[in-house]
């Protein structure tokens, strides 16, 4: 444009440059359409404007070769040098490797799990907590602050009916029609009589069960949660929205501010306005709140306290809840942008290819204990996160206990796993990062190997996985890449030697193969921290 090659139409904007790694690797290092988003703002043919740019590309430092493809893709393919200074930017980078400022300044609060206190945590509270866990560290890769939060539901009729269970249970009867089963149940009741033996004779003894029924199985659930390594900046009582009267005072505010509108003898809030099937009413005919004016009331906390962006993680059957938050927050004046919902499906667990249902201590659920007991903690995060939470998964037990390629959190900690074992092997054989004077030896354009190429590639695209990730809450995208490099670095150690055969000397192609090896752990073990997997230094 500067010289004169391409000129912009009258009131015509240059787009943004999108610079791609190709889905093949037969068509370069990186691709761009730019040609054909220009051709229209300079009136040529998109071809045209190809030949333009390839002509400028090709002597660029570093370019090996620029192709145009199709109707004005434009391929470009690095030299050697080049393409394998990845390596070392990785290794010196680190940890940091892969992780940018783009949500920088975010709060976000970031809302998962929240099961509630009246039974064990679920296969479905399971996915969530591995999913919203690594969903929070890939944000914080971005430079978000995120606070994890767990919505403690400690009001309503379940827990009635969980207090009805306990109370029954200890009186030696059957649990209520409605209520809960499980030895479970059976086991915390018999806890709260030898905690407290007056209870069964209290005034009340179904609230002293319920006090100590939900404090006994909140513990228990926070206990599984923590070994499975998630822990929460902030647990939130729903009860004490009404306790301190913050939802009376916000129905109040809100009667008065025109957000709601009066028909039936009912306040009823305009969730239709965001994709609801009906309006929802907020404050019943008999003066009493509807569940969703604690929502409402739970929103404005949430904002009180610094949130800029509220991502709530629910259950299958919350499909409604998308439109009622948002039209909260528009009652509030606030964006309804500002929140967002992200809905899981369900989980199956399969073994000798028939679906497991039936727990041993819950009685009717398959919980997390069970999964983990059966599997694992890493087997179970990496498997319920290498999924997009829209999507029904099966979770084959045979296969994740199975030390083999066909299981996907073997096939990428087995090469971790590996890249450390031929780092030993090249201690032993004398191959370091370095010469003999400290100095670090790195010779890029010996890294001219096709699978170094691909290897390379793959490490490139580490970063952009990443910032994906966090842009589209899809954590499975670094899991699905970690799959893709640890298979294209099981490629490489087929055909590219780090140490020496026999007696032969070390060359400058070892030293820097090292950094090449070194790269793809430090990238396996960002991925790997990122959906609270261990990465394995022998396996």
């Known amino acids: 444009m500067a010289q004169g090659d391409l000129a912009l139409a009258d009131g015509a904007a240059l787009p943004e440059v999108r610079i791609e790694r190709p889905k093949n690797r037969e068509h370069g290092d990186w691709a761009t359409n730019v040609a054909m988003q220009l051709a229209k703002k300079v009136g040529r043919a998109p071809r045209d404007v190809a030949a333009v740019v390839q002509d400028r590309l090709q002597g660029t430092p570093g370019v090996a070769a620029v192709d145009v493809a199709g109707p004005g893709f434009l391929n ?24 940018a400022d783009a949500l920088a300044g975010t709060s976000i609060n970031l809302e998962f799990v929240s099961a509630n206190p009246t039974g064990p945590v679920h296969l479905g509270g399971t996915r969530w907590a591995a999913v919203g866990d ?22 309503g009729a379940q827990i009635d009916r969980f207090a009805r269970s306990l109370l029954a249970r200890a009186q030696g009867e059957p649990a209520p029609e409605d209520g809960y089963g499980g030895e479970y149940v059976t086991e915390i009741a018999q806890r709260i009589v030898a905690e407290n033996p007056g209870v069964l004779d209290s005034g009340d003894p179904q609230e002293g069960f319920r006090a100590a029924g939900v404090e006994l199985m909140f513990a228990e659930i926070k206990s599984s949660l923590h070994d499975f390594g998630v822990d929460f900046d902030v647990y939130f009582h729903e009860q004490s929205l009404f306790s301190n009267g913050a939802v009376e005072a916000l129905l109040e505010q809100l009667k008065t501010s025109g957000a709601l509108y009066f028909a039936d003898g009912a306040w009823w809030l305009r969730s239709t306005a965001y994709g609801d099937d009906k309006d929802r009413v907020v404050v019943k005919s008999d003066g ?17 306290r610094g949130a800029d962006l509220c991502i709530y993680m629910l259950g299958a059957d919350h499909h409604g809840y998308v439109a009622r938050l948002k039209a909260a927050a528009a009652a509030l004046g606030d964006a309804p942008e500002r929140v967002e919902v992200l809905i899981g499906q369900m989980v199956n667990l399969v073994k000798d290819g028939v ?75 004398g191959v370091s990062r370095t010469g003999a004077d400290g100095e670090a030896v790195f010779d890029a354009s010996l890294l001219d190997h096709p699978m170094e190429g691909e290897l390379l590639a793959a490490l490139g695209q580490y970063p952009s996985v990443l910032a994906q990730a966090a842009e589209f809450r899809e954590p499975h995208r670094v899991a699905r890449h970690l799959e893709v490099l640890a298979g294209t670095y099981h490629r490489w150690y087929d055909v590219c030697r780090v140490a020496p055969q026999g007696d032969d000397d070390v060359t400058d192609l070892h030293r820097t193969r090292l ?25």
């Open 76 to 99: 470009i393919t690095l030299d050697a040098a080049a393409a394998g200074g990845i390596a070392r930017t990785v290794v010196e980078q680190g940890e940091a490797f892969g992780r």
């Open 355 to 429: 679906p497991v249902r039936m727990s041993k201590r819950n009685g009717t659920v398959v919980t997390m204990e069970d999964l983990v007991e059966a599997v694992g903690v890493d087997a179970a995060r990496y498997s319920l996160t290498r999924f997009s939470v829209d999507s029904n998964i099966d979770i084959d037990l045979d296969l994740l206990t199975r030390r083999s390629n066909e299981n996907p959190v073997f096939y990428v900690q087995y090469a971790h796993a590996r890249t450390c074992a031929v780092g030993r092997n090249a201690e032993a054989a």
């Open 134 to 155: 690594s969903l929070a560290r890939v944000l914080e890769a971005q430079g978000a602050q995120v606070v994890r939060e767990y919505y403690f539901n400690d009001a």
């Open 515 to 539: 950094w090449l090896n070194d790269a793809a752990r430090q990238v396996l073990a960002n991925g790997l921290g990122l959906l609270g997997v261990s990465a394995p230094e022998r396996m």
């Open 288 to 304: 009493q709140a509807a569940y969703i004016a604690g929502d409402i009331a739970y929103f404005k906390n949430k904002r009180d």
